[in-house]
């Protein structure tokens, strides 16, 4: 069976789940520290999304850092088929959630110009989260391809 970077049990694999973990984290925290989030459905969607992604990749880099440490192979059928639909649904989710909080801060930002009006609207801040969740997704788009790829050869 060929291994993969970033496939499950592997150092890259644990590394991998690691930032999403991280990302995801400082995500939810650039939101949460911003006045006022909970007022916008998307920003809420937004952590929502990121506390799934966030316990999904801390329990997938645990069962990694477990893998590696017994020097077990997690790559067989079973374990590839739930890994791979965890992935696309929380690739999916984190997706959506970035979209939606990104259009929704660019409505206020630029065509409402809420940011220049309103102060105390933390406008960077909600900026800042919606990019951290954006880069989240990109390596939950790149596990989530990687786990197609081994349960293709499985």
């Not at 893998?67 to 989710?93: C, E, H």
Request: proline content about 2%; hydrophobic content about 55%.
């Amino acid at each position: 069976m060929k291994e993969l970077i970033g496939g499950p049990g592997t150092i890259s694999g644990m590394m991998l789940r690691i930032g999403q973990f991280l990302f995801a984290s400082a995500s939810i925290g650039a939101m949460v520290s911003a006045l006022g989030f909970s007022n916008y459905t998307a920003f809420c969607y937004l952590i929502a999304s990121m506390g799934l992604q966030v316990l999904w990749s801390f329990g997938l880099a645990c069962l990694d850092a477990y893998a590696l440490r017994l020097k077990r192979d997690l790559q067989n059928p079973v374990l590839v088929s739930l890994f791979v639909v965890g992935d696309w649904v929380t690739a999916t989710l984190s997706l959506a959630a970035a979209c939606s909080s990104a259009g929704v801060a660019v409505l206020y930002a630029k065509d409402l110009d809420f940011c220049k009006t309103q102060q105390v609207l933390p406008c960077a801040r909600f900026d800042i989260s919606i990019a951290l969740a954006f880069v989240t997704w990109f390596f939950v788009a790149i596990s989530s391809h990687v786990m197609l790829w081994i349960l293709a050869s499985v």
